[in-house]
């Protein structure tokens, strides 16, 4: 089983995070099994390029300091990125062991091609682009591949079921929830065509109730 290798540090005392991240490292957390936690710190970059690599689905060696008696396997639990750069300013690290099963999010890859969306110009929908899986460390799948060419008619729909699974993993969301479908492709609204003036009206007349006199002109012979 081969892991991203990442080096990463004991945090600096007293220094605060905004600080760490003026100087060019984002401050982490490691915490997990038989793990107490641990406050690190990594080099923006190479943080950045493992996360690149490995998502929230595949495991990470951490090398804390350098010691070879500090090698942890860990999951990229959580990372904070921020609004405006979209650079990562925070990660948290879960260690794993590699005898205990893991709840992980695997994305889903997406293969063929519907022919409702080919032929019929639908429009696919995707509700769900990942699944949550259980097995062993050794055992996490990078993705799981899913063929869309059972989507021939409007409606048809493929569900977690449809998922093939590799051993001794099991998706932890319902057999019938729904992964894509593909739905009809909205028509637009007919607009109602402007009303018709009749010819030699005045530009700017103003329709009148049937009977009414027009506005402003002289009161009918005989009213008052």
Do not use: W
């Amino acid at each position: 089983m081969a892991m991203i290798p990442l080096a990463v540090a004991t945090r600096r005392p007293k220094v605060k995070a905004a600080a760490l991240r003026r100087l060019g490292s984002i401050p982490c957390v490691l915490y997990g099994q038989k793990m107490e936690n641990t406050l690190l710190e990594c080099s923006a970059p190479v943080l950045q390029k493992a996360f690149d690599h490995a998502g929230k689905s595949a495991l990470v060696e951490l090398s804390i300091d350098g010691d070879a008696e500090k090698v942890v396997p860990a999951l990229f639990r959580d990372i904070a990125f921020d609004p405006v750069t979209d650079h990562c300013i925070h990660s948290d690290f879960y260690a794993v062991d590699l005898t205990k099963e893991v709840e992980v999010p695997i994305p889903l890859r997406f293969e063929g091609v519907s022919s409702a969306v080919r032929d019929l110009a639908g429009v696919l929908v995707v509700p769900l682009d990942h699944v949550t899986v259980r097995c062993l460390p050794s055992h996490i799948p990078a993705e799981l591949p899913l063929s869309l060419d059972a989507l021939a008619q409007f409606g048809d729909v493929l569900m977690v079921r449809d998922i093939p699974l590799p051993p001794n993993v099991v998706i932890l969301e319902g057999p019938t929830v729904v992964i894509a479908t593909v739905q009809e492709q909205r028509k637009e609204e007919e607009v109602a065509p402007p009303p018709v003036v009749a010819e030699g009206a005045a530009e700017g007349a103003v329709p009148t109730a049937e009977g009414a006199p027009p506005a402003g002109s002289a009161p009918m012979e005989g009213t008052k």
